[in-house]
């Protein structure tokens, strides 16, 4: 089982920046790729990024490409959600899920187990 806890969510002006972590427990984490997720109030949550459980793939909604970025540190049982640029659109709650030995992305990919979330707002 992998629980999954964000955070670094907050209040940021347009343009700001800021990054998001989801750290996860147990040892079985290298071996799942996480995605990101947001949802503003009244809309469906929306796919934002993903990344491998290698690390070495990405992909990245329309919305937020060449703004945001995923890494991730398999030793801190960590994936970071760097954001830049950021507009008053962002504004979400944005949360992490881990599909297990996920090496590439697609739209279908079932996600095992999902954290709780961290607010993101984006004044303008």
């Known amino acids: 089982q992998v629980q999954l806890v964000e955070s670094g969510g907050g209040l940021v002006q347009a343009g700001g920046s800021l990054r998001l972590s989801c750290a996860a427990s147990?040892?079985?984490?290298?071996?799942?790729?996480l995605g990101w997720f947001r949802q503003a109030p009244g809309t469906e949550r929306k796919f934002v990024g993903y990344?491998?459980?290698?690390?070495?793939?990405?992909y990245y909604a329309d919305s937020v490409k060449g703004r945001f970025t995923i890494t991730r540190d398999n030793a801190q049982n960590t994936v970071y959600l760097h954001m830049n640029n950021l507009k008053p659109e962002d504004t979400a709650t944005y949360c992490c899920a881990a599909a297990w030995y996920s090496g590439i992305y697609y739209p279908d990919l079932p996600y095992d187990y999902w954290g709780q979330g961290t607010q993101v707002t984006v004044s303008s």
């Open positions: 990344i491998s459980y290698t690390g070495g793939s990405t």
């Open positions: 147990g040892r079985a984490f290298r071996s799942y790729a």
